[in-house]
Structures are given as C-alpha cells and as structure tokens.
C-alpha cells in the first residue's frame, strides 16, 4: 500500500512537474499604434510566426492602440514584469539613456535610406545596448518613416509656427526644435493627440505619414507640410530579466521571427508612406504644402542650432557617425 501511495506520488509529481514545464511563455507585446500601420503589422507578423514556429513554447498577444499601456508607461510596466515586448519610438527613451536622442535632431538623416544605413552600422548597432543598465534589452529597430509638420494653418516658414501650440513625444530634443521657431511644444501622450487636436486644444503636431492616416489626425487638421524634418523609428525592447529567463534556444528563435517580422514591418513603412500620403491627398481633407527649396533651408537654419545644444549629451562623434550616413 505504502509502496503504490508512494508511486503514484512519484507519478503525479513528474506529471505535474511536466505541466508546469509545458505551459508556453506569455509575452505580451504592448503598442499605441493601430494595426494598420508598419508597427501594427510587425507585432501581427511577430505573433504569427512564433504561433507557427513554436506555439508550444511561446504564445504572443499583441495590444494595439494604448489598450494596455499608453507610451509613458510602458517601459515602467516591463520592468514591473507586467509586459514583455513594446516598440516605443526611438524618441520616448530619454528618462533611460541620452544617447537614443541623436534620433531626434532636426535635419539629421537626409532619408531613410541613411537612418537605415546609420542603424545598420558598427555605432547604430551599438546603441542597442545603452539601455542595458536600465535593465532592458534593446532587439532591433523598426522603421515608420520621415516626420511631417500638421496645423491649423499653413506652415511654409518657421515665421509661421511662432506662437502655435505643438504636441510633441517626450523629448527634450523634440522641445528644443519647437522652442528654436517660436513656437509652443506640449509632451502628450500619442492617444491623445487626436483630441487635443479636435479640440484645438493645440495647433498642430509632427508625425509620419502613416500616423496622421491611421489616427484620422489629416480629418483635423486642414494643413499638413511635407517638411521631412527628422525621423519616427522605432526600438524594439524586452527587459533583461525576461529575456534572460528564457532558454537560449528560445531566444535564439524569437529574434530569428523578430528579424523577420521587422524586415516585413520595413517592407510595410516603405509602402505606407507613400500609400497613405496618398489617400490624404485623395481625401482632401487636408492640404499638403510642399516646401521650396528656399523655405526649407529657413527651417534648417532655424532648427539645426539644437544639434550644438545637446551635443554634449549625445556626443559629438555619434553625430558626426550619423551625418556621415547620409552620403
Ligand atoms: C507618437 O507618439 O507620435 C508616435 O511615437 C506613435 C508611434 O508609436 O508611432
């Protein structure tokens, strides 16, 4: 009797050890976009090849739309453990490292062809691992696309932003490019971009293409410039104490679908920006101002002092590595 209690103590112990053992890891991927979008589609393509690949060790649920954190919050929820995987614009790093700003410089990266050859390089890759005493491990970097100035009114000089109220991500840099035409820059949240602009609650914003589309943002706001004045990229982050909790094989084969979807959600930027430029053209709602090229060298001129501003925090020979991708 004792002999059978004891196997099948022995049996339920193994086959329970075995069911814990089992469970897939969650991982949630958190973001404030929608899934229309080359962040959006990358997470779907993300899930979809871990649920093909290996389903019986992970499981992939992605948020879109700030459903589960909006982006001043998520990086505090990963390191809490409360999600595993986000893709905040390179822009929203500032409360952990200083050097991710170089993104932020206005007039930087002539194209994106250049940010993909700055992020591609020996310094780009290196700026992966600056997060890493912050406890958070940066994958790869994902694109969106150039940013583009939206207003109430049309903005061809920087004489005419003086004054206007602009919402910006949270970004010291961002504040500085505002704050060098004149004008009024507001941190806020990306959820409530939409409704501050409705309300005129501010005059305008700056974003991608594929942004202003996907958020409806070109239904209020009646201008849009075609400035292309800096760069909307994306981090792709999980905290060190996730990924180190998964076996090397695992990790091995989440960053090889990472790759992969990121390579897609690239693909998808590419297309977006001219796509959904487009259909805003279509809709009419909003005009699209191009600049000359004399009125872009007056937003040059105005904006690029704030390189020498934060020079010293960025530093200057990642700059010059930057600078030296546009050619
Ligand atoms: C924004 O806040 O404007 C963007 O960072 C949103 C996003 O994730 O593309």
């Known amino acids: 009797m004792r002999l059978l209690a004891a196997a099948v103590t022995t049996l339920a112990m193994t086959f329970g050890a075995q069911a814990v053992m089992a469970a897939p890891v969650e991982l949630k991927f958190s973001h404030v976009v929608a899934e229309n979008t080359p962040k959006g589609q990358m997470a779907l393509k993300f899930k979809e090849l871990v649920q093909e690949r290996m389903g019986d060790k992970v499981v992939v ?3 879109p739309n700030s459903q589960l954190f909006g982006d001043n919050k998520v990086l505090e929820a990963m390191l809490l453990g409360d999600v595993q995987m986000a893709a905040p614009a390179l822009s929203k790093f ?5 050097v991710l700003q170089i993104f932020d410089l206005p007039f930087l990266f002539k194209d994106m062809a250049a940010v993909e050859r700055f992020q591609q390089g020996e310094e780009g890759q290196k700026l992966l691992g600056s997060l890493r005493k912050k406890g958070l491990v940066g994958l790869g970097y994902l694109h969106n696309g150039m940013k583009q100035l939206s207003a109430s009114d049309p903005l061809q000089v920087p004489a005419d932003a003086s004054g206007k109220k602009f919402r910006i991500m949270t970004s010291d840099v961002l504040q500085a490019q505002f704050e060098a035409v004149d004008a009024v820059p507001l941190k806020k949240p ?9 309300t005129k609650a501010i005059d305008g914003q700056e974003n991608t293409w594929s942004n202003i589309y996907s958020k409806k943002f070109f239904e209020v706001q009646p201008y849009i410039t075609e400035s292309n004045h800096g760069v909307l990229d994306y981090l792709v982050v999980t905290s060190t104490e996730f990924w180190v909790s998964l076996d090397e094989p695992v990790q091995v084969e989440l960053k090889k679908a990472l790759d ?3 390579a897609y959600g690239n693909d998808i930027a590419a297309k977006k920006t001219e796509e959904d430029k487009q259909q805003i053209i ?8 191009t600049l000359t090229a004399e009125q872009r060298a007056q937003w040059v001129e105005a904006m690029k002092p704030v390189w020498k501003q934060f020079e010293k925090d960025i530093g200057a020979d990642l700059i010059k590595a930057a600078e030296a991708a546009n050619q």
Request: proline share 0%; net charge negative.
């Open 61 to 63: 649920e992605v948020f």
């Open 94 to 98: 500032q409360k952990y490292t200083d």
């Open 190 to 198: 990306f959820s409530e971009v939409f409704t501050l602009l409705q």
């Open 260 to 262: 992969e979807a990121i």
């Open 282 to 289: 279509d809709s009419r709602r909003s005009e699209v101002l």
